[in-house]
């Protein structure tokens, strides 16, 4: 007879849904023999804060707690003293959760979970406060003794009971991550990579890569994971972070070049390809390579073929690869063997400040926050006018559908789908207060009359493709079943509650709809133009070392792009894929360094092509690249050729080129004749 076996992703589901009914049940317990007034907010706070991840519930449990402080210290501070004021106490409710859904879309970290808890805590403990301002103090500490206390203990079980550590997460990313750039460095060397296949690897591997960033977020407050393996992996996306634009610049020089590289270059090619997919023992010797490389660069002067400098441009950029990918696969191996990546030595040198750069929309964050506003004095308004007593849930849900979904570019559809799973907890709760609790009479039969419910719901929430409806079902599951240490469930109250539950969703979906919406092509076309400004500030910005930042900041805005691949024009995906805005920038701030060490008129010419750059990036969205950019692009290369042999002059040329390349890929070879004479036109 032959075994059925659960695959590994479901026993890990099970186990998960398994401990975070247990830390549930563990919340309620204690809040009923400690005497909390209200113990299923503890219970309920189990499965908001619990993840399948050991270090992502630990990462976001202090800062959901403070967050709670936050929240319950302002309705201390605004309850009482506007309560006889009801329309100024929900202004004041509602710009307070504005304010701080605002700061908590900017932070894009697990600290913004600080902030959003601040926002809708103020809701949740304040509205239902308002019959009863005297006892304000006892209700906020109270809310935030069973809040907390649900915090500890799913972080508690989650790091102590068969903890499953982001680390082998993380690990199987980076292995991922590493043989599909191994193989796209491949394609490129060998011609290829410009496909749309090719397109949508590279953005895949962005996605990844930020993906991996917020997992090592989480890794560093894994206590399984080791400190060596968090140094290693932050060292280890640097060079991650480079390498893509860097196999963009290659492809670009390659077809550049055409059918009319030199035998000797192509067979560097070929032979580069096999060492990028060569195990480590069986790799050549890296030193080999750089010899390989310094014999084919050619010497540039003024007489210099534009083959010749494309092939120079070339060369290093294939020095810069080999480098790259001899790090990671040190670097790998260092992390994987829990060694110290401090002491492997590296080949390229990176920049410590490419870092957790962020981008932030200020404009669609406040749109977001007055979005929320808008939704908690609409319900707030309806409930002030019909004065329903129950009507304080429609608000408060209001204010917590808004926050939790505001990141999404239309949160509408999500909260949507989060209020019909909500009524189908409110379904199964009633089932459980009207048909089956009042049979129960000790604490061990009501738990094991909600553990196959709840124990599901957990299981629905380890699954990616589920989580949203296992939350909706757990968290309102638990607080709308309001278990107590004594039944005294009414009907009529519990339609009540339910009611103004469904009411505030109702109104976070429409008003959601009316003010907040925006389409996916919306805010990619604001994220392009983003680019493009910022490229022009770096243009104007002459001497400032910030390599570090915009690639940062680049590859951040890549993958929120990215995510929105099947919103951006047609027109624009190839650009998008090429990374061509990314290296552009990289190539002003090369230019930028390189300002320093050149002569006066090769310096006036630099200067006058990065200002027509900054201008022409400022109008992109209305019009192309201006012909006369290409003419300063030249005019500026003809000068760099006449600079003597130095770093600066190599800087400089690289620098040109890339541009070039990027913003004209089918712009004629460079020509310093007609260079001169278009920049007479010019």
């Known amino acids: 007879m ?5 695959s590994p ?7 998960f849904a398994l401990k975070t009914f247990g830390a549930a049940t563990l919340a309620l317990v204690i809040a009923l023999w400690i005497d909390l007034p209200r113990p299923y907010w503890a ?16 990462s976001k449990a202090l800062y959901r707690v403070l967050g709670t402080i936050t929240g319950a210290a302002a309705s201390v501070a605004l309850i009482p003293n506007l309560v006889n004021a009801p329309e100024l106490l929900c202004l004041a409710v509602a710009l307070w959760t504005g304010l701080c859904l605002y700061l908590s879309l900017l932070d894009r970290t697990p600290r913004s979970y600080l902030f959003m808890l601040a926002g809708y805590t103020l809701a949740l403990i304040g509205f239902p406060a308002v019959t009863d301002p005297a006892s304000i103090f ?11 206390l649900g915090i500890i203990c799913a972080t508690l079980v989650s790091t102590l009971v068969l903890p499953r550590s982001v680390a082998p997460v993380v690990g199987a990313k980076v292995e991922g991550w590493l043989a599909q750039a191994r193989r796209l460095s491949r394609d490129v060397l060998l011609g290829g990579g410009a496909g749309t296949e090719d397109q949508v690897n590279r953005l895949h591997l962005a996605v990844e890569a930020l993906e991996i960033d917020t997992l090592a977020t989480h890794l560093a407050f894994d206590r399984l994971a080791d400190h060596n393996a968090v140094r290693g992996l932050r060292a280890l996306r640097l060079h991650m972070l480079l390498l893509l634009p860097l196999l963009g610049s290659i492809r670009d020089r390659l077809a550049a070049l055409g059918d009319r590289i030199r035998p000797e270059l192509a067979e560097l090619l070929q032979r580069l390809a096999r060492w990028v997919m060569a195990e480590s023992e069986d790799r050549e010797p890296i030193n080999a390579l750089h010899s390989a490389i310094s014999a084919l660069r050619p010497a540039l002067d003024a007489n210099t073929s534009w083959d010749q400098i ?3 441009s070339l060369l290093i950029r294939l020095r810069e690869l080999v480098d790259i990918s001899e790090d990671c696969r040190a670097l790998n191996t260092a992390i994987a063997a829990d060694g110290d990546s401090t002491q492997v030595p590296l080949t390229f040198r990176t920049e410590e400040g490419i870092a957790p750069a962020r981008h932030r929309d200020h404009a669609l964050a406040l749109w977001s926050a007055a979005g929320v506003v808008v939704a908690i004095l609409v319900s707030c308004a309806f409930w002030i006018g019909t004065g329903w007593v129950d009507g304080a849930s429609a608000p408060m849900m209001a204010a917590v559908a808004c926050s939790f979904f505001a990141t999404q570019d239309d949160p509408a559809p ?9 009524l189908v907890a409110i379904v199964i709760d009633a089932v459980y207060l009207f048909a089956i609790i009042p049979a129960i009479s000790d604490i061990e039969m009501l738990i094991a009359a909600l553990a196959p419910s709840f124990i599901l719901f957990g299981v629905l929430i380890a699954r990616p493709s ?3 409806i296992g939350m909706a079902l757990a968290a309102n599951g638990a607080t709308l079943l309001a278990l107590q240490s004594t039944y005294n469930a009414d009907f009529e109250s519990y339609a009540n509650s339910a009611l103004a539950f469904m009411i505030g969703m109702v109104a976070a979906i429409v008003l959601t709809r009316l003010v907040r ?9 604001r994220l392009l133009q983003t680019n493009w400004t910022n490229l022009a500030e770096t243009a104007e910005r002459r001497g400032h070392n910030d390599r570090a930042a915009f690639v940062g900041l680049m590859l951040d805005r890549l993958g929120l792009l990215a995510q929105r691949f099947a919103a951006i024009p047609e027109a624009d995906r190839s650009e998008l894929a090429g990374l061509s805005q990314l290296r552009v920038g990289l190539n002003i701030i090369d230019i930028r360094r390189a300002r320093h060490g050149l002569a006066t008129p090769t310096l006036s010419a630099i200067d006058a092509m990065l200002d027509r750059l900054a201008a022409a990036c400022r109008n992109r969205a209305a019009a192309p690249m201006p012909p006369d950019l290409l003419a300063r692009i030249d005019n500026a290369m003809t000068r760099a050729l006449d600079e003597p042999p130095a770093r600066p002059k190599e800087d400089a040329l690289i620098g040109l080129v890339g541009i070039r390349a990027a913003l004209f890929p089918e712009a004629p070879p460079y020509d310093a004749h007609a260079a001169h004479l278009r920049s007479l036109v010019a």
Do not use: C, H, K
């Open 138 to 148: 006892e209700t906020a500490v109270a809310r935030t003794e069973e809040i907390t």
């Open 310 to 312: 494309m092939t120079a």
């Open 466 to 468: 589920t989580t949203p």
């Open 2 to 6: 032959s075994q059925t076996r659960i």
């Open 414 to 422: 999500s909260i949507r789908n989060f209020a019909i799973w909500s």
């Open 9 to 15: 992703v479901r026993g890990a589901d099970l186990i």
């Open 517 to 525: 919406s925006a389409r996916a092509e919306w805010i990619a076309q």
């Open 43 to 58: 219970m309920a706070t189990v499965y908001i804060t619990s993840q399948p991840l050991a270090g992502a519930t630990s």
